[in-house]
Nanobody, 116 residues
Framework: QLQLVESGGGLVQAGGSLRLSCAASGSIFSIAAMAWYRQAPGKQRELVTTVARGGTTNYADSVKGRFTISRDNAGNTVTLYLQMNSLKPEDTAVYYC????????WGQGTLVTVSS
């Protein structure tokens, strides 16, 4: 069974950078695509960026040019990253790692807070 664990969240000033990580374990061979979502206080969860098995990426307009998704396949592990630069207060949210692996799998989330 696939499990996802995020890390790397925290408090950062506007204009700063953070890198989130998502470690996948278990049935990593079943992963077809991975993504980052976020949910700001009082708002619905929204898609931030995706990466397909072949490497194709897509980004929400709000993060294009500032965020970069990458995926590292090393042996029996898969790690998903989200490099976030030029952070804005409106990027404050809980960020969730997501994988499509026969079913949708979610991580527990990691909080990113951007102060103005």
């Amino acid at each position: 069974q696939l499990q996802l664990v995020e890390s790397g969240g925290g408090l950062v000033q506007a204009g700063g950078s953070l890198r989130l990580s998502c470690a996948a374990s278990g049935s990593i061979f079943s992963i077809a695509a991975m993504a980052w979502y976020r949910q700001a206080p009082g708002k619905q969860r929204e898609l931030v960026t995706t990466v397909a098995r072949g490497g194709t990426t897509n980004y929400a307009d709000s993060v294009k040019g500032r965020f970069t998704i990458s995926r590292d396949n090393a042996g029996n592990t898969v790690t998903l990253y989200l490099q976030m630069n030029s952070l804005k207060p409106e990027d404050t949210a809980v960020y969730y790692c997501n994988a499509l692996a026969g079913r949708v799998v979610w991580g527990q989330g990691t909080l990113v807070t951007v102060s103005s």
